[in-house]
């Protein structure tokens, strides 16, 4: 049976870790396909293009949308953020479980779309490490980092909604975590249909 790629949507509130988490994860495992969103938020001091994110003009972002060349896009704190359909679809149909970290309305556009996606959300440890990391980062105004905990306080309301939480405590256990309930994901009826479907005619044949 031809292993299918699937959907892994990462969410969590800006600070968690995510990006380094993901990271880790694609370095560690051979299957994961990391997607490459594209933004129109200026990039922060050693963020590449094409690496971190695809950086547009408003006009380039909303062009990509009328051409329906992303998968899913959304606003988040006065900026647009979205993923590119090509890559994504390309990825899937080799087999590989392709990572799209973005945030909860775009998560939520995703599961309605690909029911088969795995949700989850990358929580830190407490709210005063979240914000002692959104700090130390240094590369935010207070105004911004402010903005950023509105929205976390937000996006806290819509996390019953993942399939999974992740505590983001030690990078490496978390990683291991991840990597666990991806594996046991792809175990589940809803991600075998076709083969369940087929030894089922199989077994309805020999009757
Ligand atoms: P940041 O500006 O910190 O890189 O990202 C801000 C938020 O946008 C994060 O929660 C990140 O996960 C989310 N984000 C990044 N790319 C995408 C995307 O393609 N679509 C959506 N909906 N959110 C994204």
């Given at each position: 049976m031809k292993r299918?790629?699937?959907l892994i949507v990462v969410s969590?509130?800006?600070?968690?870790?995510?990006?380094?988490?993901?990271?880790?994860?694609?370095?560690?495992?051979?299957?994961y396909a990391l997607s490459v969103s594209m933004t129109t938020r200026s990039p922060r001091p050693g963020e590449e293009e094409g690496k971190e994110y695809f950086f547009v003009s408003r006009e380039e972002f909303e062009?990509?949308?009328?051409?329906d060349g992303l998968v899913e896009y959304a606003l988040y704190c006065d900026n647009y953020y979205g993923t590119p359909r090509?890559?994504?679809?390309?990825?899937l149909e080799k087999g590989r479980d392709v990572i799209l970290e973005i945030e909860i309305q775009g998560a939520l556009k995703i599961k309605k779309k690909f029911p088969s996606a795995v949700l989850m959300f990358v929580m830190p440890p407490s709210i005063g490490e979240l914000k002692k990391r959104l700090e130390g980062r240094g590369t935010e105004?207070?105004?911004?980092?402010?903005?950023?905990?509105?929205r976390a306080a937000e996006e806290a309301e819509g996390i019953e909604q993942y399939d999974y939480i992740v505590i983001n405590d030690k990078l490496e256990e978390c990683v291991?975590?991840?990597?666990?309930?991806?594996?046991?994901?792809h175990d589940a009826p809803v991600r075998n249909k076709e083969?369940?479907?087929?030894?089922?005619?199989e077994l309805e044949a020999l009757c």
């Open positions: 299918k790629g699937i969590g509130f800006s600070g968690a870790g995510k990006g380094t988490l993901m990271k880790q994860l694609v370095r560690t495992y051979e299957n062009k990509k949308i009328e051409q090509e890559y994504v679809e390309r990825q105004s207070p105004e911004v980092i402010s903005k950023r905990l509105k291991l975590k991840m990597h666990t309930l991806i594996l046991a994901a083969f369940i479907e087929n030894m089922k005619k």
